[in-house]
């Protein structure tokens, strides 16, 4: 399980890279700057959280079990609510109307904040 948290954490931080870098020098031409602020949100997000699954992967304090359900909660937190930013960013550049998919951002950033929570609780359960 640690090898999955960490190739995924691994991931998520390169692609939040080659994102943000597409953002600040692609996007602008493209969208208007309050659109590339939303867009560089994302990219932070999914940033903050490819260095927590990284912390969680390398961290021995915590059973298998316990860092899936913390592992499951962030990855899902960050498909919805960054790929969610993503796309509605975006929207002005498709002929598909992915606003219909705005409600995924919150649910998403309530699925990152779960995944801090179940690590806090864990943290504090341990001895």
């Not at 316990?66 to 550049?93: D, P, Q």
């Amino acid at each position: 399980m640690n090898r999955t948290i960490l190739l995924t954490g691994t991931i998520m931080g390169m692609v939040a890279i080659i994102l943000g870098a597409f953002g600040a020098h692609g996007l602008e031409k493209l969208v208007d700057a309050d659109a590339v602020n939303i867009f560089e949100t994302g990219v932070r997000y999914q940033m903050y959280h490819a260095l927590f699954l990284l912390f969680l992967g390398l961290y021995a304090g915590m059973v298998e079990k316990n860092k899936k359900i913390v592992f499951v909660f962030v990855l899902l937190g960050v498909i919805l609510f960054s790929f969610s930013i993503y796309l509605l960013t975006l929207n002005s550049l498709t002929s598909f109307d992915f606003s219909v998919i705005g409600f995924l951002t919150p649910i998403g950033g309530l699925f990152m904040i779960l995944g801090w929570l179940a690590l806090a609780y864990r943290i504090i359960r341990s001895q």
